[in-house]
């Protein structure tokens, strides 16, 4: 079946350091790869997605490249802020069997002034 | 637009009592989800409903979890006998379509429910 795995956290961060979330990814048809972030207190909301292979996914400076050939959708941004602590979670909704979205476990990111 | 909304926000019960969940999906979305999380298994999919009809509700913990969609936007979620591991942030989405793999979620704020 469809899984995602993330890297574990929490990733704790200076301001203004890069960052990189890790997601790879098993599907068996086609699939939508998506990044959700959550704030606390909240629920998920979408970051980006990316619907085919080799297509970007960017908003508010994250982004994400679809590799089919090592079925990965890392996220990343080239200088994090404060505003940017929050739980990330990757996520995949296959054509290949059901459309259901698959969830990654969340990675928690800490970034301190 | 009004986003998905939940309610109550919060809610704190007693074991063996019924708690009853409830959610507006955006208008004009096709597809509801009914979602838990906790810290010990992450967020796990309950129930999904299309055009009001439930399609696969295999992630429905038990006969005392139950929901029920009976127009385009309401459905609820119902727990009886609620017990302390049912403790947990419970969410709803909405997507715009359903049945395509490109669809985005639309979250609701979520339910944080404590039983006692």
């Known amino acids: 079946g469809d899984s995602v795995t993330q890297m574990e956290g929490p990733v704790t961060l200076s301001e203004e350091a890069f960052l990189t979330i890790n997601c790879t990814y098993t599907?068996?048809?086609?699939?939508?790869l998506f990044w959700y972030v959550q704030y606390p207190g909240e629920g998920l909301q979408l970051l980006l997605k990316?619907?085919?292979?080799?297509d970007k996914g960017s908003n508010k400076g994250f982004e994400a490249t679809y590799r089919k050939e090592t079925t990965s959708f890392h996220l990343e941004k080239g200088s994090v802020q404060v505003s940017d602590s929050a739980v990330y979670f990757c996520a995949l909704s296959d054509t290949g069997g059901s459309y259901i979205p698959t969830f990654g476990r969340g990675t928690s990111l800490i970034v301190h002034p | 637009d009004a986003g998905v909304i939940q309610s109550p926000r919060h809610e704190v019960t007693e074991m063996g009592q019924e708690v009853t969940l409830r959610c507006k999906p955006i208008?004009?979305?096709?597809?509801l989800f009914w979602y838990r999380q906790t810290m010990m298994r992450g967020l796990e999919l309950l129930i999904y409903?299309?055009?009001?009809?439930?399609?696969?509700d295999s992630g429905m913990p038990e006969d005392r979890f139950s929901a029920k969609m009976p127009n385009a936007s309401f459905s609820t979620l119902k727990i009886q006998p609620s017990e302390p591991r049912d403790s947990a942030v419970y969410f709803c989405?909405?997507?715009?379509?359903?049945?395509?793999?490109?669809?985005?979620?639309?979250f609701g704020p979520g339910t944080r429910l404590t039983v006692l």
């Open positions: 989405a909405s997507t715009p379509k359903g049945g395509q793999s490109t669809d985005t979620q639309y």
């Open positions: 409903f299309n055009n009001n009809v439930p399609i696969d």
């Open positions: 599907a068996t048809g086609y699939p939508s």
């Open positions: 990316a619907t085919k292979a080799d």
């Open positions: 208008s004009g979305h096709n597809s």
